[in-house]
């Protein structure tokens, strides 16, 4: 690398730390100090791209374009108080559900009984892992809304066996259906 090159390198780590200090969130700032200070960063970066070489101002064009279309998003967690910056709490707690399902069936791919159930399995692992409920906690309170939710899973089961009928055998299953939508259209 050039001398030229080694000061680029250092311009442009310069500017990534600032805007890494502006999103720290131990930096006591309000989200608008912020959100005001990427900018100008960002700014700064764009008018001083021109006088580096091309194969750095390309480089920079590519950071300034991805991390100005996140921009507008990444304020949002310092307007509310205790909202984590990342999703990945959220992510590792989805793997672990998985991870244990894959455990306690053996399979490897996509579990039907996690896509079929997965709203009601997914708050169930994640909840046991919080607190210990009782017999009690877990009697249905509030009658209308299981219902719902029984209604939603059996929607679902019942599209995932037509699914299935239909890979197992396709002809004797559009025949199937045929014969149905012959029959209601000769209903009076």
Known sequence: MTETDWETLACVYGWVH???????????????ERQLSFWIILH??????????????????HFLKVTQSYAPHLFFC????????????LEQSFGRVRFHERRATGRRGALPGLVVHGAVRLQAALATRTQTFTAHDLAPHDPERWYQIRAQMAFRQEGRRKQYRFRKDPVAYLSQLEEQLLQEGLRP
């Open 18 to 32: 600032q805007l890494a200090q502006v999103l720290d969130e131990a930096k006591d700032l309000s989200a608008e």
């Open 44 to 61: 700064h970066m764009h008018k001083h791209a021109a006088t580096f070489d091309v194969s750095w101002q390309r480089a920079l064009a």
């Open 78 to 89: 310092y307007h509310v108080p205790n909202l984590p910056r990342t999703n990945n709490d």
